[in-house]
């Protein structure tokens, strides 16, 4: 399934602009989703970490 596609069904815009919070920390979600206190590494933070099994379910959907 494509992103506009996944949009389409939850009615969520296409328009393609993305807005990220000034504020936004990414280490500190990375902190409250996951069971590592590493900090978030792209290259190596995975989803095996995710403390939820749910989530770790909705990251493999392709």
């Known amino acids: 399934m494509t992103l506009p596609m996944f949009n389409d ?6 328009d393609g602009l ?24 792209p290259r190596i933070s995975k989803a095996t970490q ?3 099994p749910a989530l770790r379910y909705l990251h493999r959907i392709p």
């Open 18 to 41: 993305r807005y990220i919070p000034a504020d936004f920390d990414e280490h500190a979600v990375w902190a409250d989703l996951n069971t590592c206190t590493k900090p978030f590494t």
């Open 9 to 14: 069904i939850f009615g969520f815009s296409n």
């Open 50 to 52: 995710l403390k939820k």
